[in-house]
């Protein structure tokens, strides 16, 4: 770390994710040469990452500081905002902050996937200051579509920063409080430095629609429908369980969970007391025994993720549970931005059976967690920040943010990328240096840089193909065989065979011609590679991996 331009004196601000996009949020404060960090998210791949199942921020930067990080405090409980700690925790060794709920969720990741790791977890109350390491912390109660959301009050060096986590206004929550507009109020009466805010609507007019407004639309939406019904949410929603739950008593269908994480979220949910009215769930072994028009399926899928219940229903290979012609599913979901070809996939095979699918485009049964236009100017009203970062969405959802802010008076907004390292004080944020940042993810179980040279090969070997040949010389350097060349993804049928026969014989003739050349591996290797990427380059305009397999005889032995 290259610390030239800013003082250990000052308040720093560093975005390690989350800041230009939506997603993997890791966000990092400094004061007095000690830091904390907010958040350690995931995000999900997009089609240029194979074989990649979730993306982590790249910690580099404070992980050569660790002995002066004095904690991480989570938000709340969604995946991009705590979904990394059980892969990096390790890396970090710090105690862990949040709300009964938040650590209700990362307490069952720390046993699945650090089974004997000793993490120090430690409940904060609302509108409580507590000290952690040269911060004052104080979580103020917000609405979001999660339990236990928390905005977060960080004071240090005279500077006081809010920090909105996600958020909306939502008078008619279902589950939980509403928000404290008390407490934020009071907050902004105190004084305000620096907002950094959720951006996620900020092209949005008007306002969010409340929890309860989903509920009654579910409830409408099922009472219609004759027979199975199956509502896929995010399963971390725990209000929309709720309801689906309220509106299955409603409509006299039976409930029924389908998918691991949603059994692992109710299950934490009821341990912090919420969930009170839950009834007796229809298991998988019962499915069949109950008539189509009684029964209300509760499933994970919403986004298409390949090994959910509901992708395994809608391709038929779920061993219990099957939708057929007649039946309805619902998604009570947004799109999120990079998943609707996965999405579509699921919603394509389930209409192929003969299933009805319906959207929030089609009837009023979902609703956002995070504010549009009109709350986030209140919020801005309430807090009355001097300077204004937002955060949580792409380039285009900061700017969109940014406009607003001004408009609502604030002197300025400042927008981060990820690693750049903000100072800042009552009169300004500047940009005064950047920390080393990047894109990780999980790799027979040890975290990799997704740049590396095992993901390059992945991607080349996707787009390009796999090519090998071995090469059997005597030990005088004549070829015992004829080189035998293999490939995986190059070509189709006779094209490949083709490929594989002038292969072989174009590195018949390149060795026959290498004279003493032949006694080395390393050019007959290099010669083999080049007759090889030639080849396919002239036939297939590819660029395919090579590897090359040099072996020595005894040809007298062998013989």
């Known amino acids: 770390m290259n610390n030239q331009y800013w003082n250990d004196s000052d308040v720093l601000f560093v975005p390690l994710g989350g800041s230009g996009e939506i997603g993997m949020n890791a966000n990092l404060f400094h004061h007095n040469g000690r830091w904390i960090m907010v958040d350690l998210g995931i995000s999900f791949p997009d089609e240029t990452m194979p074989g990649v199942d979730v993306v982590l921020p790249d910690l580099r930067f404070i992980e050569k500081q660790r002995d002066k990080l004095d904690g991480l405090v989570v938000t709340h409980g969604h995946e991009d905002h705590l979904g990394a700690i059980p892969y990096l925790w390790e890396k970090l060794q710090c105690p862990i902050y949040g709300t009964p709920f938040t650590l209700a969720l990362v307490r069952g990741k720390i046993k699945e996937h650090l089974p004997d790791a000793k993490v120090k977890l430690i409940s904060l109350p609302f509108n409580e200051q507590v000290k952690i390491g040269n911060f004052e912390v104080e979580f103020v109660s917000l ?7 928390a905005g977060l009050v960080l004071r240090a060096g005279g500077m006081t920063i809010f920090h909105t986590g996600d958020w909306k206004f939502d008078e008619n929550p279902v589950i939980g409080p509403v ?11 105190a004084g305000v430095d620096v907002m950094i805010g959720d951006s996620t609507n900020a092209m949005v007019e008007g306002r969010t629609g409340s929890e309860d407004d989903a ?69 998988e072994d019962d499915y069949n025994l109950i008539p189509r028009e009684n029964i209300l399926l509760i499933c994970t899928g919403s986004q ?12 038929g290979t779920h061993h219990k549970v099957s939708l057929d012609k007649g039946d309805t599913v619902m998604f009570s979901s947004r799109e999120i931005p990079g998943n609707e070809v996965a999405i579509g996939k699921v919603q394509d095979n389930l209409i192929r059976r003969g299933v009805r699918v319906i959207t929030d485009r089609d009837a009023p049964i979902h609703v956002s967690g995070h504010p549009c236009r009109e709350e986030m100017a209140e919020m801005y009203q309430l807090i009355r920040p001097r300077l204004a970062i937002p955060v949580h969405g792409t380039i285009r959802h900061l700017r969109a943010h940014a406009a607003l802010a001004r408009d609502c008076q604030v002197s300025q907004a400042l927008i981060p990328e990820n690693g750049a390292i903000i100072r800042l004080d009552k009169n300004e944020a500047e940009t005064v240096g950047s920390a080393d940042t990047g894109l990780m993810t999980v790799e027979a179980g040890e975290v990799i840089a997704i740049d590396s040279d095992t993901m390059r090969d992945r991607r080349r070997m996707l787009w390009n193909g796999n090519v090998s040949a071995s090469v059997v010389l005597s030990l005088s350097g004549e070829l015992c065989v004829a080189p035998i060349v293999q490939e995986s993804g190059l070509a189709e049928g006779h094209r490949a065979d083709d490929y594989m026969a002038e292969a072989s ?49 005894d040809a007298l032995a062998a013989s």
């Not at 609405?143 to 959301?149: C, G, L, Q």
């Not at 928000?179 to 009466?189: A, F, N, R």
């Not at 009654?216 to 399963?235: H, K, P, Y």
């Open 304 to 315: 298409g993720e390949p090994r959910s219940a509901l992708s395994r229903i809608a391709s």
């Open 143 to 149: 609405t979001h579509s999660i339990p236990d959301p």
């Open 505 to 553: 014989l174009r590195i018949e003739d390149a060795v026959d011609a290498m004279n003493d050349d032949v006694f080395n591996d390393d050019r007959v290797t290099e010669v083999v590679g080049q007759c090889l990427r030639g080849l396919a380059k002239s036939m297939f305009g590819r660029r395919p991996i090579v590897q090359v397999h040099i072996v020595r005889v």
């Open 215 to 283: 509920r009654r639309g579910l409830i409408e939406a099922i009472s219609a429908e004759q027979g199975r019904v199956a509502v896929t949410c995010f399963a971390s929603n725990v209000a929309r369980v709720d309801s689906l739950i309220h509106a299955a008593r409603e409509t006299g269908r039976s409930p029924m969970l389908i998918g691991r994480a949603l059994h692992r979220i109710t299950d934490a949910a009821r341990s912090c007391g919420y969930l009170k009215h839950w009834p007796d769930m229809v298991g």
């Open 179 to 189: 928000s404290d507009i008390s407490t934020l109020q009071s907050l902004g009466d």
